[in-house]
């Protein structure tokens, strides 16, 4: 391997875990991965909350050993990804990792409100799914957060999209967040009216159909009356 300075990493955490040295992937074990993953999502941690957020299961003293033998194995497999700075760890500040750079390219996207980068940043968030697979509760707690931040950003350009007469791209973004909050009633609403912006009543209609079945089946609760309301007007025009 390269010196420490002239290494470069990548680290995905979105579809699956994956780090790059340079054009490389480099395998590593399971513990490691989560270890890496959790200073990635965290920042630099004391050893013991570290620790204690990997081995919640285990007495300290293991717990702390089982730390000891993850950071020796990614410091002998890795040389240069892990900062090993007494009682705190962290990862090279050099490091790339997706889901920042996700997450900076929506901030600046919604700095700049160009339509090149609003395509582009798009297309991140749709792919931004956070370790599937991954069940530790802190996983899901992250995973929990970045498909709010997702769905956030994916309801503001459905709306600015119509907003805009851009009936395909509003529709879009509105069927990529339904896709992360089925019972979204706010997403049903956009898509709707994209739908019909798009002249396709019968299609926002079965949009409606379908939403009403589903929240009745798992939820036993009906649509609200605003997009009850939105539904007759779209049912009383298709009988004229």
């Given at each position: 391997?390269?010196?420490?300075?002239?290494?470069?990493?990548?680290?995905?955490?979105?579809?699956?875990?994956?780090?790059?040295?340079?054009?490389?992937?480099?395998?590593?074990?399971?513990?490691?991965?989560?270890?890496?993953?959790?200073?990635?999502?965290?920042?630099?941690?004391?050893?013991?909350?570290?620790?204690?957020?990997?081995?919640?299961?285990?007495?300290?003293?293991?717990?702390l050993?089982?730390?000891?033998?993850?950071?020796h194995?990614?410091?002998?497999?890795?040389?240069g990804?892990?900062?090993?700075?007494?009682?705190?760890?962290?990862?090279?500040?050099?490091?790339?990792?997706?889901?920042?750079?996700?997450?900076?390219?929506?901030?600046?996207?919604?700095?700049?409100?160009?339509?090149?980068?609003?395509?582009?940043?798009?297309?991140?968030?749709?792919?931004?799914?956070?370790?599937?697979?991954?069940?530790?509760?802190?996983?899901?707690?992250?995973?929990?957060?970045?498909?709010?931040?997702?769905?956030?950003?994916?309801v503001?350009?459905?709306?600015?999209?119509l907003?805009?007469?851009?009936?395909?791209?509003?529709?879009?973004?509105?069927?990529?967040?339904?896709?992360?909050?089925?019972?979204?009633?706010?997403?049903?609403?956009?898509?709707?009216?994209?739908?019909?912006?798009?002249?396709?009543?019968?299609?926002?209609?079965?949009?409606?159909?379908?939403?009403?079945?589903?929240?009745?089946a798992?939820?036993?609760?009906?649509?609200?009356?605003?997009?009850?309301?939105?539904?007759?007007?779209?049912?009383?025009?298709?009988?004229?």
């Amino acid at each position: 391997m390269a010196k420490d300075k002239d290494v470069h990493f990548q680290l995905n955490l979105f579809q699956r875990w994956q780090l790059l040295c340079g054009h490389t992937e480099v395998q590593v074990a399971s513990r490691q991965q989560r270890l890496i993953a959790a200073l990635a999502l965290f920042g630099p941690r004391n050893r013991r909350y570290m620790s204690g957020l990997l081995w919640p299961d285990s007495p300290e003293a293991r717990a702390l050993e089982s730390l000891r033998v993850s950071i020796h194995l990614i410091s002998r497999q890795t040389p240069g990804l892990l900062v090993n700075g007494g009682a705190v760890l962290s990862l090279v500040g050099s490091l790339g990792v997706d889901l920042h750079q996700c997450l900076e390219q929506v901030r600046n996207c919604e700095c700049s409100g160009s339509r090149a980068e609003e395509d582009v940043c798009l297309s991140h968030v749709r792919s931004a799914d956070l370790l599937p697979g991954w069940y530790e509760d802190w996983v899901i707690l992250e995973q929990n957060r970045l498909r709010n931040f997702r769905l956030r950003v994916l309801v503001g350009h459905a709306r600015r999209w119509l907003e805009q007469e851009e009936a395909e791209k509003a529709a879009d973004a509105a069927r990529t967040a339904l896709e992360l909050e089925p019972l979204q009633e706010s997403c049903v609403g956009l898509l709707m009216r994209a739908e019909l912006m798009q002249g396709n009543r019968v299609r926002a209609m079965d949009t409606f159909e379908n939403f009403k079945a589903r929240l009745t089946a798992e939820l036993g609760v009906s649509p609200s009356p605003h997009l009850t309301q939105l539904a007759a007007g779209i049912r009383g025009s298709l009988t004229r």
